[in-house]
Nanobody, 126 residues
Framework: QVQLVESGGGLVQAGGSLRLSCAASGRTFSTYAMGWFRQAPGKDRECVSTINRNGDITYYADSVKGRFTISRDNAKNTVYLQMNSLEAEDTALYFC???????????????????WGPGTQVTVSS
């Protein structure tokens, strides 16, 4: 089992940057594919970006491609989301998620993840 805690959210002006971090408990972080999801008020939770257990395969939603970068440091049990050129539409509660896997695949669906953090709020003012 793994526990996740996100940090790094906040209030930023449009065009600004934030770096989200997700710290995971346990000694088997490298066996988990990781993902960042977000949920705005009144909307479904959506996938923002995901990364496989080795960190060499990534996925980005079209809406963030070219602006966000996901990475992970398995030695520090941490996954990051660097968010640049933020837009008002990026305002949401951002969640970190983990899925235990033996494969080198990434996963994009909410239902594919077993563990979730409590979330960190990102608010972008226009």
């Amino acid at each position: 089992q793994v526990q996740l805690v996100e940090s790094g959210g906040g209030l930023v002006q449009a065009g600004g940057s934030l770096r989200l971090s997700c710290a995971a408990s346990g000694r088997t972080f490298s066996t988990y594919a990781m993902g960042w999801f977000r949920q705005a008020p009144g909307k479904d939770r959506e996938c923002v970006s995901t990364i496989n257990r080795n960190g060499d395969i990534t996925y980005y939603a079209d809406s963030v491609k070219g602006r966000f970068t996901i990475s992970r440091d398995n030695a520090k049990n941490t996954v990051y989301l660097q968010m640049n050129s933020l837009e008002a539409e990026d305002t949401a509660l951002y969640f970190c998620a983990a899925r235990f896997t033996y494969s080198g695949s990434y996963f994009r669906r909410v239902s594919e993840y077993n563990y979730w953090g409590p979330g960190t709020q990102v608010t972008v003012s226009s």
